[in-house]
Each structure stands twice: as C-alpha cells, then as structure tokens.
C-alpha cells in the first residue's frame, strides 16, 4: 500500500511537470540564473533573492521550479567570469579561476567554457538522482528528532560552519549568537511575552529572516560594488571555434575518475549545514591535485583543475537541498535564501515533508533533471559567446541591485520597516566582512534561532532541568553530542 501511494505522489509530480507553465518556468529559471550569474559578484543568492518576490503571485509548484532551476543556472554560470575574466561571479568559482582563466589568455576560452558546462550540467543531474534517492529516507529518519535532537542539531549547524570554511572558531561561534539573538526579537513562545520589539507592533512576529538575507547577501554586495570603478580591466577574448566545444566535451568524457571524484565530494560537502559550493571547491580541487601524477602543473592552465572545480560546485546545488528539505537547515547561502521562498509559498522543510507535500517536493527534484539537463544545453551552445554577460558596467548593476533589494524586502509584509531593517543589516554586512566573520553563520542563526529555543525549553522540562538526561535522551541525541564535540575539536586543531 506504501508503495502504491508513493508511486501515486510521484506520478502526480509528473502530471505537474507536463503543465506548461513549469516548463516555461524551468526554461526562464535557468536562463535568468545564467545571465544573472555570468555577472560578476552576482551570486546564485542574491538571484533567488531579488527573483522572490516576483514569484509571489504564482502559484507555489510554478513559483519554486522557477527558483530553484535559477538556482542551478545561477550556480553554474559562476565559473564563467572566472574562467573569461579571473574574476569569479560567486565564491563557489574562485578556484575555477586558477586554471580557466589561463586557458583564456591561450586563446582557449571556449574549450574550458565547454569543459565547465559539460562537468557542470552532469554532475547537477547526478546529484539530482543522489537528491531522489536518499531524500525520502532521511526526511523519514527525521520523523524521530525530538525537541532535545533538534535543538543538538541547531547547535551542529552553527559549530561545522568554521570547521568546514576554515574560519576562526570564535567569529563562526559568536556570528551564530549573534543570528540567534535576532531570532529571540518577538514574542516569547512559551510566554507569549513581547521581546525586543522596541515598542514596534510589527517586530512582535519577530524579523524576517527573509530581510536579513536581503541586507546582509545583497544589499552589502550592492555596496561594495558600487565602491569599484570597474569589474575588469581587460577585454574579452574568446575565440569562435566550434571544435573548441567538441573538444571541451571530450575532456569530461575522457576524464571520468576526476570528474566522478568531485561530482560525489561536491554532494557531500553540499549536504553539510552551511558548508557551500567554496568548500566543496576547494577539498575537490585540492584532492585533484594530490592524486595527480604532475601536480605542479595545477594553476597552469591545466582542464583537470577546471573538471575538479565545477563538477563539485554543480554538485552541491542537490547536496545542498537534502538538509534543506529533509531537515528544515539550508546546506548554503544559496539554500537559506530558497528556504525563506519555501516559507512564502507555503511549503515547510523539515520532518515530515514527503508526507505532508510530497506531489511538490518530488516535482522540484525532478525539474533538477530539465534544469541541469538544459544547463548542459545552452552552456555548450553559448561557450562562445559569454563574453558579452561578463562586461556589463557597475553603474548599471548597483542601482538595479539596490532598487530590487528595496522592492523585495518591502514585499515580505509590505512594511516600510522592513526595508529600514534591510538596510541596517547591509551596513552590519560590511563590518562582519570586513573583519571576517561568515555571514551564513549569522544567517543560520537566525533560521534555526525559533525551533533551537523552542527545542530547548521542551526538552529541559520533559527531562526535568537534569542536564545528563537531557544530552542523553536518546540515541540520536548523543550522536549529534559527539558530532558537535568533533567538529569543535577539528576546528580548536586547527587554530
């Protein structure tokens, strides 16, 4: 009977993909994610956030494929600029730079483009099917999280930040406090008590995450961008040679143990809480080098660097999603600003989710195989012609950025305060990257900020304020204590 219903649920998931509607929404989703992310410092974030709110009126099956098919286009095109420009168009495609880029000056821009979309389109598919695969089990596994096991988790999330980015320990723990004060603003949910709100009516539903996002993703960008004269210095030169393509392709094909190496480090490193396409980037290519026979020719211009480099970055946008789901705790930045369009649109990550939306959720996952699939289509068709996406001047970017930073913000609730308290987190968001404190730390602070204290005083009374039997209440909750208590060590080790 189970299975019935579940192959009942997926076949309606397809009867949503033959609407017309979400395949326009498929196709749209992954060209504005490509052009979006071919500008550099345009992050997939910052598109899934100023592409939100003009979701709202659609209805949620069309709304969320838009979204996250512009997620992936967005995550791809990042390696363009990196490879044309050396300039990466997201943080998840600075180590693309190291080698594409002197394949540009060589004369051979189009076969890295090539090279990168063949290894990116793939391995988003791949990842995709991982999605498929081990997504039900686990948000069927998370049916057991209590509250004492959600909050250990909420605990996890904040404490593998800095030991996954490499960031000091004290600033990923103190940028999380800092989120989950945010989160306390509003009403107490045990008291129904106001905290915080400053005597603003508004604040008693506490800050919206979604706001934050806003301020510290995009608004910040927006003005470090606009302290730039220009992006690049130098013209593009990409050659119009359509074997460039062919052999582009070839590369990837004849290169499977690299490629399939960072595809599966990209899906696992994108399904850590927080972790990001960067991380994966960098443990992909760093692997690639120490197995390969002349590793003093990476950063030379060298196509195993681009392989390793964007086949884990595409590999994360479905890593990334089954904490998303499965958990209700984004695996990137890129996640986070997808889980507040989940909250808009009415659908709620987290235990529970196949079973409450699952006609949905399985149609995001299958519109993953049309949106790389189509990734893999227009970045082999476009490799010679990127050139152009990556020179849009700054003066048009800003204030195109800043004026749909505003919009966004204001459509949340439609209040004028919330685009006051979007702007104060852009000002906060030069400060925190200034002196180098991980903005997702202060992102998933504020997430998991409501069921961390609500998971918290839940499980203090139901094992009546005795600490050993609250840490020990069950088997799930000690595996997330010593998870907690390794990737504290891992990070104290490395400092």
């Not at 598919?125 to 686990?138: D, N, Y």
């Not at 990209?266 to 690639?288: H, K, Q, R, T, W």
């Not at 459509?411 to 180098?436: E, K, P, S, Y």
Request: hydrophobic residues 55%; contains cysteine; glycine residues 12%.
């Amino acid at each position: 009977m189970i299975l019935s219903l579940a192959m009942g649920t997926v076949s309606q998931s397809f009867g949503i993909l033959t609407d017309p509607a979400v395949l326009v929404a498929i196709f749209l989703g992954v060209v504005i994610g490509i052009i979006f992310g071919a500008i550099p410092g345009f992050s997939a974030t910052m598109t899934i956030i100023l592409f939100t709110p003009v979701t709202i009126p659609f209805d949620a099956s069309v709304a969320l494929i838009f979204l996250v098919s512009a997620y992936g286009g967005a995550v791809y095109a990042g390696s363009i600029p990196a490879i044309l420009i050396n300039t990466p168009g997201a943080p998840g495609s600075v180590v693309t730079c190291w080698d594409g880029y002197e394949f540009t000056k060589a004369g051979r821009a189009t076969y890295a483009l090539a090279a990168s979309a063949m290894a990116s389109g793939v391995a988003g598919i791949i990842a995709a099917a991982i999605l498929l695969l081990v997504g039900p089990a686990l948000a069927e596994f998370a049916l057991n999280f209590g509250p004492v096991e959600l909050f250990l988790l909420a605990v996890f999330a904040l404490t593998i930040i800095p030991a996954a980015k490499g960031q000091s320990l004290l600033k990923g723990l103190l940028g999380g406090g800092f989120g989950l004060l945010i989160a306390t603003i509003g009403s107490d949910p045990q008291l129904a008590q106001p905290r915080a709100i400053l005597g603003l009516p508004l604040l008693r539903s506490g800050v919206s995450f979604v706001v934050v996002l806003i301020g510290l993703f995009v608004f910040t960008e927006a003005l470090f961008l606009a302290t730039q004269k220009k992006i690049i210095d130098t013209d593009v030169n990409v050659t119009d040679d359509q074997r460039q393509v062919s052999e582009g392709i070839q590369a990837v094909i004849d290169r499977p143990i690299e490629f399939i190496r960072g595809t599966f480090i990209g899906a696992f490193i994108g399904s850590l809480p927080g972790a990001g396409a960067d991380v994966a980037n960098f443990i992909s290519y760093n692997e690639a080098k120490r197995w390969a026979s002349d590793p003093s020719k990476f950063g030379t211009g060298i196509i195993e660097g681009i392989i390793a480099a964007d086949s884990s970055n595409n590999a994360t946008q479905g890593g990334a999603l089954i904490p998303t789901l499965t958990i209700g705790i984004p695996g990137s930045g890129s996640t986070a600003a997808l889980l507040s369009a989940f909250a808009i649109h009415g659908l709620n990550p987290g235990p529970g989710l196949f079973q409450r939306s699952g006609v949905l959720v399985y149609a995001l996952i299958f519109s993953l195989f049309l949106g790389n699939a189509l990734i893999l289509v227009f970045g082999l068709k476009g490799a010679r012609h990127f050139g152009r996406l990556s020179r849009i001047p700054i003066k048009y970017i800003v204030p195109v950025v800043i004026v749909l930073a505003v919009i966004g913000a204001f459509a949340v609730r439609n209040a004028h305060l919330d685009v006051l308290i979007m702007v104060l987190f852009g000002l906060i968001g030069i400060i925190l990257v200034a002196t180098d404190y991980p903005l997702v730390s202060v992102v998933i602070g504020v997430i998991v900020g409501g069921f961390a204290e609500e998971g918290f005083v839940q499980g203090w009374i139901i094992n009546q304020s005795d600490p050993i039997r609250f840490l020990t209440t069950s088997d799930i909750a000690i595996v997330l204590l010593l998870l907690i208590a390794f990737s504290l060590g891992v990070t104290l080790i490395r400092d």
